[in-house]
Nanobody, 117 residues
């Protein structure tokens, strides 16, 4: 059993910054990649950023240049530095860990980010 625990959400003003953290614990596995998704009530969960074990990153166009994903060496912790936050970034942010696309992903419970204008 793998648990993912997010922290760092909260309230920020437009133009401000927040840093999200996610730590994996439990049964030791080797993740192929870790990621952050976000979901607004009534909408589908969407990928924000993903980082692979080799350090290759992928960002949604809406956050490029503002958000930065990073990880620890063992790929058991992942971080999301969010700068120049905008009200449209308001969502519940979920940590994701993937071994391979052939098995179900692991998910955290989510952390709420609220950006006021």
């Amino acid at each position: 059993q793998v648990q993912l625990e997010e922290s760092g959400g909260g309230l920020a003003q437009a133009g401000g910054s927040l840093r999200l953290s996610c730590v994996a614990s439990g049964r030791i596995v080797s993740f192929g990649s870790m990621a952050w998704y976000r979901q607004v009530s009534g909408k589908e969960r969407e990928l924000v950023a993903r980082i692979a074990g080799g350090g290759i990153t992928h960002y949604d166009d809406s956050v490029k240049g503002r958000f930065s994903i990073s990880r620890d060496k063992a790929l058991r912790s992942v971080y999301l530095q969010m700068d120049n936050l905008q009200p449209e970034d308001t969502a519940v942010y979920f940590c994701n860990a993937r071994i391979t696309a052939a098995v179900p992903d692991y998910w955290g419970k989510g952390t709420l980010v609220t950006v006021s204008s």
